[in-house]
């Protein structure tokens, strides 16, 4: 089966950046696109930011100008490039990917995989 290893949460004060990564992992499959979301406390989970194996990029109002999302394809990992943090961007950050995974006869079939998650605290 396929895994998401994430890696990069910690503690970081206002106004700060950290950088999230996550790889995928796990038998053949290509990667339809990739993506963070994330879930506070007391709230639903969020999209935050969504990439296709292409480059192409999705943001959500939440982080657009502040965050950059990546993509190696090569290495099936994708980043997240957080800046100016607030406290509010406190959370458990979760890895998401989207996935086909190669078929006998050529066909695929869909995989959406998660991460376990890891904490972003912006606190002083």
């Known amino acids: 089966q396929v895994q998401l290893l994430e890696s990069g949460g910690g503690l970081v004060r206002p106004g700060g950046s950290l950088k999230l990564s996550c790889a995928a992992s796990?038998?053949?499959?290509?990667?339809?696109?990739m993506g963070w979301y994330r879930q506070a406390p007391g709230k639903q989970r969020e999209m935050l930011a969504m990439i296709t194996r292409g480059g192409s990029p999705t943001y959500t109002n939440a982080v657009k100008g502040r965050f950059t999302i990546s993509i190696d394809s090569a290495e099936n990992t994708v980043s997240l490039q957080m800046s100016s943090l607030k406290p509010e961007d406190t959370a458990v950050y979760y890895c998401?990917?989207?996935?086909?995974?190669?078929?006998?006869?050529?066909?695929?079939?869909?995989?959406?995989?998660w991460g376990q998650g890891t904490l972003v605290t912006v606190s002083s």
């Open positions: 998401n990917a989207d996935l086909n995974i190669p078929q006998s006869g050529g066909d695929f079939r869909y995989l959406e995989v």
């Open positions: 796990g038998g053949d499959f290509s990667v339809i696109a």
